[in-house]
């Protein structure tokens, strides 16, 4: 396969990360595969604490969410019994019971 001429480097030390920057940028004698032609582009990205903390706490809330959607689904698969009925929708109990009859007539 052909190289698409992009990596990516982590460094756990900030120190670490900015003397492979400065040694590295725009260098000829980098290392193997690089000339005057074609020269390393070195670039810093540091992640903004905040920005990964409200990504995660998004992940959280969206996993939340989810789960929601998949609780009410298994309650509307498995309606359980008549007392779980009555306490999750007090309301919609004569409707229930109306169309249970209705089906049991068929």
Sequence with gaps: ???????FVEFDCYADAVACMRCLNNHPNAGH???FTSRPIVEFAV???RKVARRRRRAAEHRARVEAVRRVRRQERNPGTLQERIE???EA???????DMLRDKE
């Design 1 to 7: 396969a052909r190289s698409r001429g992009v990596g």
């Design 33 to 35: 595969g690089f000339s």
């Design 47 to 49: 992640e903004d604490s």
């Design 88 to 90: 999750r929708r007090p």
């Design 93 to 99: 109990l004569f409707e229930e019971m109306q169309e």
